[in-house]
């Protein structure tokens, strides 16, 4: 049994206050692996009045001593990456390669920011005035469950070289993996108070962080539906706020498309991190004379996939990372069918042989209209839907006909065209023929989709406040 009994507050590894506790099971067997102490209102009170304390001192560091700490963060965590990979795969289900890239990308995060910061200009002139860049203050750091390490530290990277003090609240389904974290930030040796990390339930402690006035700032990644509720709490306080949140992005085939290379990487785009990435491409739009030719494409690659234990090298997609998110695709799968989709492949229930585990049939759907829910909804997991289109304006309509914008993918041989696609597309990232991710560039998203951005200079300036002086 693995216990994570404490959390990070001032330095020290402490008892929360609150007295629940949460069971930690392994999602590919089902088995009971660890637990949680959950922290309560006046833990995050503690985290925050321990950030408060150590901002003015911290807020005042050279450039250099900063480098130093994000570098010393990066070192601590790349000793500790196999560590980091084995509870990313017992705890949340994550593929050995995903649970591996992951984790490191985590790491090499800080390295990034430590190379912008020495770049950074916080004093320049604007016309006739001095702007100065500002540490904007107490920064709550909200992450989700589905990328842990990566997305605590894109947000804590910005806020350390900022010269930002932090509270973090992690996941609680993430505990085994924010242990590991926690006692890596303990070993970077910053000024006690800089790192806060308190586990507990989202509506427990969400309140407080989101509505205290000594919290400057709230960067959230999580669902739309949660990300309004923070909008809302943070506004009486006039906080500073990025909002990373939910999904549906769209995938255009293009009708000159390698479609040898195109489907493959298509499929891939919905079915990564076991379908639960918020840039998933669920909604693949393609040519409809084509549609047979993709059809038959499409069944061949997901019969293809392996689905089962995630610490084999040779498995594509692993299992959900709980009941609960077995039972949400189960439900969107019955809905698909019952609004009258047709399931090319997949479907209901588990894959053979694995009767132990939250694993589902990689599942897709075609002849799917934009008004059914599994082609408007956020489903996050390995569910592709599948539209068809006539003429590009239709295509470029079908793609922006959601509330969402975060991400969308874009598939053709000819760039000009693809990039004369892309620049009508609503969304705050459109990646032409690839998966890559730029970590330098920002991140985030339009509509409902999200406020600000996380990464590289734009992700650093949101921790800052321009003042300008005038003479």
Known sequence: ??????????????????????????????????????????????????????????????????????????????????????????????????????????????????????????????????????????????????????????????????????????????????????????????????????????????????????????????????????????????????????????????????????????????????GQACVAGSRLIVPKKLLPEIRQLVIEIVRAMKVGDPRDERTTIGPLASEKQYQRIQHYIRVGIEEGAELLIGGEGKPDGLSKGYYVKPTVFVNVTPTMTIAREEIFGPVLSILTYETEDEAVQMANDTVFGLQAYISSTNMERANKIAAQIDAGRVSLNTMTHDPLAPFGGFKQSGIGREGGIFGLEQQLEPKVILN
């Open 1 to 274: 049994m693995k216990l994570a009994h404490k959390i990070f507050i001032n330095g020290n590894f402490v008892s929360p206050q609150g007295n629940d506790i949460m069971e930690i099971v392994n999602p590919a067997n089902e088995k009971l692996i660890g637990e949680v102490a959950l922290g309560n209102e006046q833990d995050a009170l503690a985290a925050i009045a321990s950030a408060k304390r150590a901002l003015p001192a911290f807020a005042q560091t050279a450039r250099h001593q900063r480098q130093y700490y994000l570098q010393r963060l990066h070192d601590t965590i790349i000793a500790r990456l196999e560590d980091l990979k084995e509870a990313t795969i017992e705890e949340y289900g994550a593929t050995v390669q995903r649970a591996r890239w992951s984790n490191h990308y985590a790491a090499e995060t800080f390295l990034l920011f430590k190379e912008l910061l020495g770049e950074y200009e916080f004093e320049k002139t604007i016309s006739k005035s001095k702007l100065i860049m500002q540490p904007v203050g107490v920064t709550a750091i909200f992450t989700a469950w589905n990328a842990n390490a990566g997305s605590i530290c894109v947000k804590l990277a910005a806020a350390i070289a900022a010269g930002c003090t932090v509270v973090i609240k992690p996941s609680e389904m993430s505990a085994l993996q924010t242990k590991i974290l926690m006692e890596c930030f303990a070993e970077a040796g910053l000024p006690p108070g800089v790192i806060n990390v308190v586990n507990g339930r989202g509506d427990v402690l969400g309140p407080v962080l989101s509505t205290h006035p000594d919290v400057a700032r709230v960067t959230f990644t999580g669902s739309t539906a949660i990300g309004k509720i923070i909008a809302r709490n943070a506004i009486d306080t006039m906080k500073r706020m990025t909002l990373e949140l939910s999904g549906k992005s769209p995938n255009i085939i293009l009708d000159d498309a390698d479609l040898s290379s195109a489907i493959p990487m298509a499929v891939n785009e919905c079915f990564q991190n076991n």
